[in-house]
């Protein structure tokens, strides 16, 4: 049988394009010159049904008695945060599309940029610590145990970017004078975009608990 890592690391893959697709349609959102949103939306959505027949395949293809070098637990535990990830980018476009008119206010342009830039980054950490973690799985080596906790760290720090550049939205866009339902549209878009940072961080610890057997 092969690897259940060679399933996360195909789940991972496509997790990782969609993150691509959800950072254009996203900036395309985030200008309101931009008309092509519902042209962008569904490669990203059509990406995470792809996910999730993968992820259907992962769970189905582990039969009772199966040996592996972690626990079957754990590692429907770490499927189910990865895949969390790209149902918040599937969340985040779907939110978006309840409104009619495209585009934030100026005055949080960049900031909302900078939220997807580090989500992204944490998405491609993620990435780069599933294939490192399959590496390990292969060989035991201490190298490659080292180098899988150092991107967990990484990722980490990222997701505190993430929060961080999160709140720097909120905190003016309360005080904008700006009509009650685009207040409310915008924080919530910046959560659930922060949120994809943080599914990326639970599946780093729950990577860091299999390290530890």
């Given at each position: 049988m092969t690897s259940p890592f060679e399933g996360l690391e195909e789940h991972a893959e496509k997790v990782k394009e969609c993150a691509w697709a959800f950072q254009q349609a996203i900036e395309c959102h985030a200008s309101a010159r931009c008309r092509q949103f519902e042209e962008l939306r569904p490669n990203a959505v059509d990406l995470e049904h792809e996910a999730d027949t993968v992820k259907r395949r992962i769970r189905g293809h582990l039969p009772m008695g199966t040996l592996m070098p972690v626990s079957k637990f754990q590692l429907f535990r770490y499927l189910r945060e990865q895949d969390q990830v790209v149902d918040?980018?599937?969340?985040?476009?779907?939110?978006i599309s309840y409104r009619s008119e495209p585009g934030i206010p100026d005055e949080l342009h960049k900031d909302f940029i900078r939220l997807v830039d580090a989500v992204i980054d944490a998405i491609e950490e993620m990435i780069r610590m599933v294939k490192g973690a399959r590496e390990y799985f292969h060989t035991y080596t201490e190298k490659h145990r080292v180098a899988v906790k150092k991107i967990i760290r990484t990722v980490r720090a990222q997701e505190h970017a993430a929060d961080r550049i999160e709140a720097a939205i909120k905190h003016p866009i309360l005080n904008m004078p700006v009509d009650p339902v685009s207040v409310f549209h915008v924080v919530h878009l910046a959560e659930i975009i922060g949120s994809i940072a943080?599914?990326?961080?639970?599946?780093?610890?729950?990577?860091?608990?299999?390290?530890a057997r």
């Open positions: 918040a980018v599937k969340d985040a476009l779907n939110w943080d599914h990326a961080e639970n599946a780093g610890d729950t990577m860091r608990a299999m390290l």
